[in-house]
């Protein structure tokens, strides 16, 4: 199923004006930065408690939260590569719009689909039988579909707040360092 799903993947790729390291100090310094009990309602759509660093690889596990449930759902794979010299990075990543309760859910429709559709024509058959059973196939695998395509939209956008905030960070810290 994931062989299947996998087209629904994302690639993208950044150029980053700061070396391999600093880029994994940064999110390590953002990581490390004590939060109080009300930081969940700030305004900022990125949590960088959800950012795994790996041996050059960033990974965003994004899932929608209690204040915030239109998030998105999916994954996010940042791999860091050198740039063309010492002070650039080029991030090159994947962005994968489903996790495991997706899958789960897919299974569980599918399942139910196909123990319905006997169980439907044992009791009854006629016309009325056959479109409610061609109305449960359609409607059920094309809401699972547009979920998907709904997650990568979403998943698109918060890529785009994690870079932005990234960019802000750095530039607070350059700003505060100069001061």
């Known amino acids: 199923m994931k062989k ?24 390590a310094h953002e990581k490390g930065k004590k939060r109080d009990c009300f930081s ?28 915030n449930p239109y998030r998105g759902m999916g994954e996010i794979h940042m791999n860091l590569k050198s740039g063309e010299t010492n002070s650039e990075a080029r991030m090159e990543g994947v962005i994968i719009p489903y996790n495991s309760q997706y899958l789960t859910a897919l299974y569980m429709v599918i399942g139910f689909l196909v123990l319905w559709t006997p169980l439907v024509f044992a009791m009854t058959s006629g016309m009325y039988t056959f479109i409610m059973l061609v109305f449960g196939w359609t409607i059920l695998p094309l809401v699972l579909y547009l979920i998907i395509l709904w997650n990568r939209s979403r998943l698109r956008e918060y890529r785009d707040f994690f870079l932005a905030t990234y960019w802000q960070t750095t530039i607070n810290r350059k700003v505060s360092a100069n001061l």
């Open 4 to 27: 299947i799903l996998k087209r629904y993947n994302e690639p993208f790729s950044a150029e980053v004006n700061q070396s391999r390291n600093k880029i994994i100090e940064v999110i």
């Open 40 to 67: 969940f309602l700030s305004s900022s759509p990125v949590y960088f408690d959800e950012v795994t660093v790996s041996d050059g690889m960033i990974k965003i596990n994004v899932k929608p939260k209690m204040l």
